[in-house]
């Protein structure tokens, strides 16, 4: 047996820690990838639960199965620009605010939007540093004409995101100055920006003078910001299984793909239906190539190496080590000093967007 618990209660405390922290600033939870990962709807119900009233997604499908579970009069923002003409139009019919990053998303939004009896909301995206979507800062001339002759649109906010607030001051103070900028050059100009705002998750934590009008803030909820320090806030998921079996290897035998380790004496081993598959022991952002995320990469597994860092599970509340490398479903750990029998409880801790392949359980 094995599902993935999500703590309900953590949820709501997380909620409450941010909301108090964002003060006056509007909240928009990000619901992006099923709800990152626990489930759009659960995690919907839990925010409106802490009076959420705002919600952020990426997806068609999320902003449909939002309205369609209940969530009729809140809020709903699609992060994602697009300029698909069915789906603009389905969003459209979902009263979904839509973001508009170019001339091109302003024109397409336009033209779903003539005929029908009030114009489309949206939210204009700038590109301070991110490289995705939105308009260049500097690109004024470009971003007037949506308030001038884009009758079609209604602007009711606009925002930018924010790429080092995690790890880079001087980055996030360059890119908020970039975006205060075009503020009130946009206002000199006479047009109503509507709701600012650019803070997510870490930027919330470590850069709260910045709320402006409002923050958009996701995997803090989780309680798995990268920003440093944990605020009060605490991880709400991690995947309970049993042992599935128990054994004894001799000195010497080796576990694991390329036998990664070989005993030194006689251990006891639980084997856990857990694997790599299911997201145990896999690492998301290790695609950087500059020099300075090499070197880091480098120094982490040095360190792993010199001081035998090695992956932990916790049985009948006992911390036990990985042995070898983790199969695909399958982990075997070190039960040699506890006591444990078959069909007792293992806790794992998983990142819920890496989790696949189990039931998602709320408590």
């Given at each position: 047996?094995?599902?993935?618990?999500?703590?309900?209660?953590?949820?709501?405390?997380?909620?409450?820690?941010?909301?108090?922290?964002?003060?006056?600033?509007?909240?928009?939870?990000?619901?992006?990838?099923?709800?990152?990962?626990?489930?759009?709807?659960?995690?919907?119900?839990?925010?409106?639960?802490?009076?959420?009233i705002r919600f952020a997604v990426t997806e068609l499908w999320e902003a449909n199965l939002l309205r369609s579970s209940g969530f009729v009069s809140e809020s709903i923002l699609?992060?994602?620009?697009?300029?698909?003409?069915?789906?603009?139009?389905?969003?459209?019919?979902?009263?979904?605010?839509?973001?508009?990053?170019?001339?091109?998303?302003?024109?397409?939004?336009?033209?779903?939007?003539?005929?029908?009896?009030?114009?489309?909301?949206?939210?204009?995206?700038?590109?301070?540093?991110?490289?995705?979507?939105?308009?260049?800062?500097?690109?004024?001339?470009?971003?007037?004409?949506?308030?001038?002759?884009?009758?079609?649109?209604?602007?009711?906010?606009?925002?930018?995101?924010?790429?080092?607030?995690?790890?880079?001051?001087?980055?996030?103070?360059?890119?908020?100055?970039?975006?205060?900028?075009?503020?009130?050059?946009?206002?000199?100009?006479?047009?109503?920006?509507?709701?600012?705002?650019?803070?997510?998750?870490?930027?919330?934590?470590?850069?709260?003078?910045?709320?402006?009008?409002?923050?958009?803030?996701?995997?803090?909820?989780?309680?798995?910001?990268s920003a440093r320090g944990k605020h009060g806030l605490q991880r709400v998921g991690y995947c309970e299984a049993t042992v599935e079996e128990l054994r004894w290897l001799p000195?010497?035998?080796?576990?694991?793909?390329?036998?990664?380790?070989?005993?030194?004496?006689?251990?006891?081993?639980?084997?856990?239906?857990?694997?790599?598959?299911?997201?145990?022991?896999?690492?998301?952002?290790?695609?950087?190539?500059?020099?300075?995320?090499?070197?880091?990469?480098?120094?982490?597994?040095?360190?792993?190496?010199?001081?035998?860092?090695?992956?932990?599970?916790?049985?009948?509340?006992?911390?036990?080590?990985?042995?070898?490398?983790?199969?695909?479903?399958?982990?075997?750990?070190?039960?040699?000093?506890?006591?444990?029998?078959?069909?007792?409880?293992?806790?794992?801790?998983?990142?819920?967007?890496?989790?696949?392949?189990?039931?998602?359980?709320?408590?």
């Amino acid at each position: 047996m094995k599902a993935y618990i999500v703590d309900s209660e953590a949820v709501r405390s997380n909620l409450r820690i941010l909301i108090k922290r964002a003060g006056d600033a509007a909240f928009w939870a990000v619901l992006k990838g099923n709800g990152y990962g626990l489930g759009l709807v659960q995690m919907a119900a839990l925010c409106k639960d802490e009076g959420v009233i705002r919600f952020a997604v990426t997806e068609l499908w999320e902003a449909n199965l939002l309205r369609s579970s209940g969530f009729v009069s809140e809020s709903i923002l699609m992060l994602r620009p697009t300029a698909d003409p069915e789906e603009l139009r389905q969003l459209l019919d979902l009263d979904v605010i839509l973001t508009v990053s170019s001339q091109d998303d302003a024109a397409a939004i336009s033209s779903a939007a003539a005929g029908r009896p009030s114009p489309a909301r949206v939210h204009i995206k700038i590109d301070t540093g991110m490289g995705r979507y939105g308009f260049l800062p500097e690109e004024t001339d470009k971003i007037v004409p949506l308030f001038e002759y884009e009758n079609a649109l209604h602007v009711e906010g606009i925002y930018t995101h924010l790429h080092s607030a995690f790890c880079s001051k001087k980055a996030t103070h360059a890119q908020a100055e970039a975006f205060r900028t075009l503020l009130a050059s946009l206002e000199e100009r006479g047009c109503a920006c509507g709701m600012a705002h650019m803070l997510n998750s870490a930027g919330l934590m470590r850069f709260p003078e910045y709320a402006m009008d409002g923050v958009r803030i996701g995997s803090a909820i989780l309680g798995r910001g990268s920003a440093r320090g944990k605020h009060g806030l605490q991880r709400v998921g991690y995947c309970e299984a049993t042992v599935e079996e128990l054994r004894w290897l001799p000195k010497g035998h080796t576990c694991g793909y390329g036998a990664g380790w070989k005993a030194r004496q006689a251990t006891r081993t639980a084997v856990l239906s857990v694997g790599w598959f299911h997201g145990f022991g896999c690492e998301m952002g290790n695609d950087l190539f500059r020099f300075r995320d090499c070197a880091r990469s480098i120094l982490h597994d040095l360190r792993n190496m010199i001081f035998g860092k090695a992956l932990y599970v916790t049985v009948n509340g006992k911390k036990c080590r990985v042995l070898g490398h983790i199969g695909m479903l399958h982990t075997v750990v070190d039960v040699t000093k506890i006591s444990c029998a078959v069909g007792d409880k293992a806790i794992i801790d998983i990142n819920p967007l890496l989790l696949k392949g189990m039931e998602i359980v709320y408590r």
